[in-house]
């Protein structure tokens, strides 16, 4: 999500064939196909739910094998994602260093690396930590990888809402590792994921749509204006900061979360209104400042949870 070197779009920094690839510049391409960056906020919804199930302190072991299970699968469908967007990654400015463009990594080993991380990840969850995580990991890759990447992602400016649903599966898995089972509490997070997707990923959009404008995927903010996406931001803000308060009243959360939630709800609206008045005045470029609630939504996520698991320790 950062800016990449500056180079004509479309043109791929494939080296020649039987070219030299160092070993180390081969790992850290594996590597990158998993997205690291992205697993880390996939880790933070998934580890302060365990906290949550277990109202203390959940077996570390089963942290451990949760964590890591949680990481082969998302990388394996972060890696099949790229395997199936390399065509569009290769015109677009912030993916042109994705290792299948560079040429780091071949589509082939690409796409066998993502598929043995699919099925490495689904017997770890089976046999280290239950078969219902299992199904639910499983589910959370083939959601993303054939909902999202191959039927939503470029025919649909609905396609990061519905393609959301498979980064809220975390806080279900995280809930299943320690229960075996599912819960409200489990369900009332994974709708605050839900709406907090669409509102942390347009302002991202709004900043590179024109990348997404040249390879035809029809983001929101490529079809429309920056009021009416703003205003959709607004709406789905609300709801999240409305859903990630119904904890409480329901017995699962006491006064810690509480005030985390009101806080940081508070302070995102703040900045949700903030970007729709901008927008309203017709700002653009840089005026625009849309990026500021993109970096407050991770901000946001991050501290929401974290109360999550401090909240049983304080009740």
Known sequence: MTAVESRPAGVALTPSPGGHRPFGARVKAFVALTKPRIIELLLITTVPVMFLAAQGVPDLWLVLTTTIGGYLSAGGANALNMYIDRDIDA???????????????????????????????????????????????????????????????????????????????????????????????????????????PPHYWPLSMKVKD??????????????????????????????????????????????????????????????????SRAKSGATGGKLKEMRLFHWSITYVSLLFVAVAVDPFLR
């Open 211 to 276: 990348d997404y404008a040249r390879v035809g995927v029809p983001m929101l903010p490529v079809i429309a204006s920056n009021r009416v996406v703003a205003r959709q931001i607004v709406l789905y803000s609300w709801v999240m900061v409305a859903v990630s308060l119904l904890l409480t009243p329901l017995g699962y959360t006491g006064w810690f979360y509480t005030v985390v939630a009101v806080l940081t709800g508070g302070f995102w609206l703040w900045e949700a209104h903030a970007l729709l």
């Open 91 to 197: 015109l677009m400015d912030r993916t042109s260093q994705r290792p299948l463009v560079t040429g780091m990594v071949s589509p082939r080993e690409c796409l066998a690396f993502g598929i043995a991380l699919a099925v490495i990840s689904t017997v770890w969850f089976g046999l280290l930590v239950n078969w219902l995580s299992a199904a639910l990991s499983l589910g959370a890759l083939l959601f993303y990888v054939v909902v999202y990447t191959m039927i939503l992602k470029r025919r649909t400016s609905q396609n990061i809402v519905w393609g959301g649903i498979a980064g809220c599966m975390p806080v279900l898995i995280g809930w299943s590792a320690v229960t075996n089972s599912m819960s409200w509490a489990a369900v009332i997070l994974f709708a605050v994921i839900f709406f907090w997707t």
